[in-house]
C-alpha cells in the first residue's frame, strides 16, 4: 500500500490548533529548521509554495523504490501496483474537494487546469466534440466574465479565449479596499455570458469571495462557472459539491504536495461532454489512420505519461490535511491573518491591502510600504531570515486598481507560529526608519 501521510500526535479537537500542536507539527517539516545566513528561517510565502512534511517526500520516494512503472498500460504486477497508487491518490484528493473520483482530473497546476477548460471550449467552437460539446462552444456576441482581482492564471487563458473565437472579455471591478460589489457582478453577467471565472480566495487580498452569490448569478443566465481555489482548498475546507461550481482547480506545491501536479474538478456529465485540450497515448479507445475515440473522464484529459509519483505525493499531502482537520487550519490561519492585518496597520506608513480588521479573510497579508520599494522591504526581511513574496503576485491589473506597482506579501499556512508573525511585524515596523522614509 501507498504511504499515508499524517501528522504527528495532534489531539483530536473541532477547535482550532493551539500553539503547542503547531510546533509539533514543525517537527514534520526538516526545512523549517534550517538557517539563513546564520538565522533562522522565518517561512512567510506558503501562498507561493508551501513546505512538504517529511511522510509526503516519502510518499514519492516509496513509490520510486517499490513502484515505478507505468500506469494503465501493461499486465505485470509492478505496473498494476502503480496503477493503483495513482488511482488511490486521485480518490484521496477527490475526498479531500468532496467530489466523485471520476470527476477529478490530474494536471500539472492549476493554470494547465483553466487552459484545459478555456481549450476545450476553443475546440467546442470549432464543432469538435459534437452535439454534446456545444454548450462549451464560445463565439461572436458571447461574453466571457472574470474579475478584477485574478492571478494571471485565471486571466489569461480567458484573454487568449476571446481573441481566438471573437467572444467579448468582461472584468468585475473591485472597490478601492478590493471587494467584488455584486451589484456590479450582476451588471456584468448577462444572457451573453458563456463562463465566469473568479478566485475563492484573493492571493493578494485574502479576500474570501461570495462564490455561492456568484454562482446563483451565472446559473441564471445559463453560464458556466469555473473557480480558481488554488489559495483556499490549502487553508480552508472546500466542498466542490455544495459550492455548486461547473469546474474548480488547486494546485499541489501550495497544499504540501510536490510541484508539477495539480487538479481540475469538473461534474461528471460536463468532462464527459467535453472535447479534449491535449491528445495522445492512454486516453483513447480506438484509434484509426482517419480518426480516434476519447476514453470517458477523466482518462480523456490525461494524455501521455502521467504524473505518477507526484499525484501519490499529493494524495499523502491531502491525507495529511485531513488528519490535521482542515476547519482547525482555517482557525488556526484566521487567527494569524487577524494578527497580520492588525499588527501591520498599527505600523506607522504601513498600508494593508484588501478588508480591514474583523472582517474573514485566509491567513495572508499584503502590504505597501510608503516611500519603501517592495523589492527592498523583502530584501530587508531576508536579511534578518524572513521568507516573503515581494512583487505584483501575479495580479498586476488589481495592483494597478489599487494605485501600486507591487507590494511584499506575508502568507501564513499551518507550521506558522504566533512567534513568526510578531517577528516579522517587528521587522516592518524597522524598515521606514531603516530607509530613512520620510
Known amino acids: 500500500?501507498?504511504?499515508?501521510?499524517?501528522?504527528?500526535?495532534?489531539?483530536?479537537?473541532?477547535?482550532?490548533?493551539?500553539?503547542?500542536?503547531?510546533?509539533?507539527?514543525?517537527n514534520d517539516f526538516p526545512i523549517?529548521?534550517?538557517?539563513v545566513g546564520g538565522t533562522p528561517l522565518v517561512y512567510l510565502d506558503s501562498g507561493a509554495t508551501s513546505q512538504n512534511p517529511t511522510s509526503v517526500m516519502e510518499a514519492e520516494q516509496e513509490f520510486y523504490e517499490q513502484r515505478n512503472a507505468a500506469v494503465h498500460r501493461g499486465a505485470h504486477s509492478l505496473a498494476v501496483d502503480a496503477t493503483d497508487a495513482y488511482e488511490d491518490a486521485r480518490a484521496a484528493v477527490a475526498r479531500f474537494i468532496g467530489a466523485r473520483t471520476r470527476e477529478l482530473v490530474w494536471t500539472s497546476n492549476a493554470t494547465e487546469g483553466i487552459n484545459l477548460v478555456a481549450y476545450a471550449m476553443s475546440n467546442a467552437s470549432l464543432g469538435r466534440g459534437g452535439a454534446a460539446a456545444q454548450r462549451f462552444a464560445v463565439g461572436p456576441g458571447d461574453s466571457i466574465v472574470v474579475t478584477e482581482m485574478e492571478h494571471h492564471a485565471n486571466l489569461i487563458p480567458w484573454q487568449e479565449l476571446a481573441a481566438r473565437t471573437g467572444a467579448e472579455l468582461r472584468f468585475i471591478p473591485v472597490d478601492d479596499d478590493g471587494a467584488l460589489s455584486l451589484e456590479a457582478a450582476a451588471a456584468v453577467i448577462t444572457g451573453t455570458t458563456r463562463i465566469v471565472a473568479f478566485s475563492h480566495a484573493s492571493n493578494v487580498l485574502g479576500t474570501i469571495n461570495p462564490v455561492h452569490e456568484l454562482v446563483a448569478l451565472a446559473q441564471d443566465v445559463g453560464a458556466l462557472t469555473l473557480l480558481d481555489a488554488c489559495q483556499s482548498v490549502p487553508h480552508l475546507p472546500v466542498d466542490a459539491t455544495s459550492l455548486d461550481v461547473d469546474f474548480l482547480v488547486f494546485s499541489g506545491h501550495k497544499m504540501l504536495g510536490p510541484t508539477g501536479i495539480g487538479a481540475l474538478y469538473g461534474r461528471a456529465e460536463l468532462l464527459d461532454a467535453m472535447p479534449p485540450f491535449l491528445t495522445g497515448?492512454?486516453?483513447?479507445?480506438?484509434?484509426?489512420?482517419?480518426?480516434?475515440?476519447?476514453?470517458?473522464?477523466p482518462n480523456r484529459f490525461e494524455a501521455g505519461t502521467q504524473r505518477i509519483s507526484q499525484a501519490v505525493a499529493l494524495g499523502a499531502a491531502?491525507?495529511?490535511?485531513?488528519?490535521?482537520?482542515?476547519?482547525?487550519i482555517e482557525a488556526w490561519e484566521g487567527r494569524l491573518g487577524a494578527l497580520l492585518v492588525e499588527g501591520l496597520s498599527a505600523i506607522d506608513g504601513v498600508r494593508v491591502l484588501g478588508p480591514g480588521a474583523g472582517v474573514p479573510r485566509i491567513g495572508l497579508a499584503a502590504f505597501d510600504v510608503d516611500g519603501v520599494h517592495a523589492h527592498d522591504v523583502?530584501?530587508?526581511l531576508d536579511d534578518k531570515g524572513i521568507a516573503v513574496r515581494v512583487g505584483h503576485h501575479c495580479a498586476q491589473p488589481l495592483h494597478r486598481r489599487l494605485g501600486l506597482t507591487a507590494s511584499t506579501r506575508a502568507s501564513t499556512y499551518l507550521y506558522t507560529t504566533t512567534d513568526e508573525v510578531e517577528?516579522?511585524?517587528?521587522?516592518?515596523a524597522q524598515v521606514r526608519p531603516f530607509f530613512g522614509a520620510q
Do not use: C, K, W
Not at 318 to 328: I, K, V
Open 378 to 380: 523583502g530584501q530587508f
Open 281 to 297: 497515448g492512454s486516453m483513447i479507445t480506438t484509434v484509426t489512420m482517419e480518426r480516434a475515440e476519447y476514453l470517458p473522464a
Open 32 to 35: 523549517l529548521g534550517t538557517d
Open 423 to 428: 517577528a516579522v511585524l517587528q521587522a516592518v
Open 1 to 26: 500500500m501507498p504511504v499515508v501521510a499524517t501528522p504527528a500526535t495532534l489531539t483530536p479537537s473541532h477547535a482550532g490548533l493551539t500553539d503547542a500542536e503547531v510546533h509539533r507539527i514543525r
Open 318 to 328: 491531502a491525507n495529511y490535511l485531513s488528519e490535521t482537520g482542515m476547519d482547525r
